[in-house]
């Protein structure tokens, strides 16, 4: 069984707890207007600058460069992220990869979107320690405007992840001129009270990714917007630190 990535990041210090590698699916049903890592949309191989975006990895091959962190892992309570794009994407070589770093002790994370029919989902985060769980937006018709897909199936998987009684972290994305106003936050802590959530990680908008759009000969909307850091989004944080849920970058 092979996975198509597009890269492997090691030392990764943001992914989950402690030092981590992330592994990187492509394939993404999202279209987000903020993608950092746009390459990964498309499912299959691109040409980014002089070369390939990403190859085909067979799980021994992808083990095999996991374990090579381990003592870093075993120090740092670490582990392996599986992220993309959209791991639920390649559902089947991601619950393979799972089973395999699990036989071998090493703590796992999945990053999602939660965009999938529950029954996959499902599947994949019962194999996980981890659940990194985005949520764009809380309004159905402003998820369609900035991502392309609604937010029903996200929701539905969300509410069934908490259910797994399972470490989930729910991950708020702040978006300037999509969902960083006052109001957006107080939408964000609704849902979020509603749905049991009592922690949650904003991402503040960066610009990490703006190159790979030149790269790739798209058109991005965002560019030359600037990046918001810890000062700008406090109001948003202390807004839903007020509905009681624990917020920190």
Same mark, same amino acid.
């Not at 981890?130 to 509410?159: C, E, Q, S, W």
């Not at 990046?227 to 917020?247: K, N, R, T, W």
């Given at each position: 069984?092979?996975?198509?990535?597009?890269?492997?990041?090691?030392?990764?210090?943001?992914?989950?707890?402690? @030092?981590?590698?992330?592994?990187?699916?492509?394939?993404?049903?999202?279209?987000?207007?903020?993608?950092?890592?746009?390459?990964?949309?498309?499912?299959?191989?691109?040409?980014?600058?002089?070369?390939?975006?990403?190859?085909?990895?067979?799980?021994?091959?992808?083990?095999?460069?996991?374990?090579?962190?381990? /003592?870093?892992?075993?120090?740092?309570?670490?582990?392996?992220?599986?992220?993309?794009?959209?791991?639920?994407?390649?559902?089947?070589?991601?619950?393979?990869? =799972?089973?395999?770093?699990?036989?071998?002790? @090493?703590?796992?994370?999945?990053?999602?979107?939660?965009?999938?029919?529950?029954?996959?989902?499902?599947? =994949?985060?019962?194999?996980?320690?981890? @659940?990194?769980?985005?949520?764009?937006?809380?309004?159905?018709?402003?998820?369609?405007?900035?991502?392309?897909?609604?937010?029903? /199936?996200?929701?539905?998987?969300?509410?069934?992840?908490?259910?797994?009684?399972?470490?989930?972290?729910?991950?708020?994305?702040? @978006? /300037?001129?999509?969902?960083?106003?006052?109001?957006?936050?107080?939408?964000?802590?609704?849902?979020?009270?509603?749905?049991?959530?009592?922690?949650?990680?904003?991402? /503040?908008?960066?610009?990490?990714?703006?190159?790979?759009?030149?790269?790739l000969n798209i058109p991005y909307a965002l560019r030359g917007l600037p990046p918001l850091h810890q000062e700008d989004v406090e109001e948003f944080s202390a807004i839903i630190a007020h509905a009681g849920i624990d917020c920190f970058l």
């Amino acid at each position: 069984m092979n996975g198509l990535l597009f890269n492997m990041q090691k030392f990764s210090l943001h992914d989950g707890p402690g @030092i981590r590698t992330v592994v990187f699916f492509k394939g993404c049903p999202l279209c987000c207007a903020w993608c950092s890592n746009p390459e990964s949309q498309r499912a299959d191989p691109l040409l980014l600058g002089d070369g390939p975006d990403s190859r085909f990895y067979s799980l021994e091959e992808t083990v095999a460069i996991c374990l090579q962190d381990r /003592p870093f892992y075993e120090e740092s309570g670490g582990g392996v992220t599986l992220s993309g794009g959209e791991v639920l994407t390649q559902s089947a070589f991601a619950a393979t990869l =799972l089973d395999a770093l699990r036989a071998e002790h @090493i703590h796992t994370a999945i990053e999602t979107s939660g965009y999938a029919q529950t029954a996959v989902f499902a599947g =994949l985060a019962t194999q996980a320690d981890m @659940i990194l769980f985005d949520i764009k937006h809380y309004d159905d018709r402003r998820h369609v405007a900035g991502t392309g897909v609604h937010n029903g /199936p996200i929701l539905a998987n969300l509410k069934a992840a908490l259910a797994l009684n399972k470490n989930v972290l729910v991950r708020l994305p702040v @978006i /300037p001129g999509y969902n960083d106003s006052p109001e957006d936050a107080r939408g964000f802590a609704a849902l979020l009270t509603e749905m049991g959530v009592r922690r949650a990680q904003l991402l /503040p908008f960066h610009q990490f990714g703006e190159k790979k759009y030149e790269l790739l000969n798209i058109p991005y909307a965002l560019r030359g917007l600037p990046p918001l850091h810890q000062e700008d989004v406090e109001e948003f944080s202390a807004i839903i630190a007020h509905a009681g849920i624990d917020c920190f970058l």
